[in-house]
């Protein structure tokens, strides 16, 4: 069974500080690696993608992957209240068959605080 | 260009009736997948479609579920003999079928069971 954990929240963050989210995964063979942000009563936006251990920034976002650890984080730099919303951890894991569809986390809330 | 787009937005049915609900996917997508979102819950992965063929129908929740993809585009998933415990948010996502994964979600389907 795969499993993707996150801490539910709400994690309250400064405005203009850096948030850090965090998740683990339970699935070794697992190979790529999202973040969403949904916020309340909308779908889930893709905000960022990685695939192999290491840091991946784009703009304020930065991703990072250890797998090793099965541990993937998300930081907001110089958060904005726009920022808050419930962050989402999803997992895939290639079966050979094609794409599976994504293993997704229960969500961290984050709220910034202006 | 367009995102995927879901019809109808809501969906209020009665128990025990069918209800059909419809995704268009990003055009040039060829895998799409359906999950759903309860109340509460996390997003849980139903189905997915590699072209016109769906390789695993095990996530299904029920065999009152069922879905198809006609044309490598449009894809409906179908509720029989609705129940309470089919309300929820039903969301369609594509994605290029690349090695990349990542999946671009539609607005969804909120489905309420009276």
């Known amino acids: 069974q795969k499993e993707v954990e996150q801490n539910s929240g709400p994690l309250s963050v400064p405005e203009g500080a850096i948030a850090s989210l965090n998740c683990t995964y339970s699935?070794?063979?697992?190979?790529?690696f999202f973040w969403y942000r949904q916020y309340s009563g909308k779908s889930p936006e893709l905000i960022m993608s990685?695939?192999?251990?290491g840091d991946k920034e784009d703009g304020r976002f930065t991703a990072q992957l250890n797998k090793a650890s099965q541990y993937v984080s998300l930081l907001i730099r110089d958060s904005q209240p726009s920022d808050s919303a419930t962050y989402l951890c999803?997992?895939?894991?290639?079966?050979?068959?094609?794409?599976?569809?994504?293993?997704f986390g229960k969500g961290t809330h984050l709220i910034i605080q202006p | 260009g367009a995102g995927v787009s879901q019809s109808p937005s809501n969906k209020v049915t009665e128990k025990g009736k069918d209800v059909e609900l419809r995704c268009d996917p990003i055009?040039?997508?060829?895998?799409l997948y359906w999950y759903r979102q309860s109340l509460g819950q996390g997003l849980e992965f139903l189905i997915y479609?590699?072209?016109?063929?769906?390789?695993?129908k095990s996530g299904l929740p029920s065999d009152r579920f069922s879905a198809e993809r006609t044309g490598g585009s449009v894809s409906t998933l179908t509720i029989q003999r609705t129940q309470q415990e089919d309300s929820a948010v039903y969301l369609c996502?594509?994605?290029?079928?690349?090695?990349?994964?990542?999946?671009?979600f539609g607005p969804g389907t909120r489905l309420t069971v009276t």
């Open positions: 996502a594509s994605s290029t079928g690349d090695s990349s994964y990542e999946q671009y």
């Open positions: 699935d070794r063979g697992s190979q790529s």
């Open positions: 479609f590699q072209g016109n063929s769906a390789p695993d």
């Open positions: 990685i695939y192999s251990n």
């Open positions: 999803a997992v895939n894991t290639y079966s050979g068959g094609g794409a599976d569809g994504l293993t």
């Open positions: 055009s040039g997508h060829t895998a």
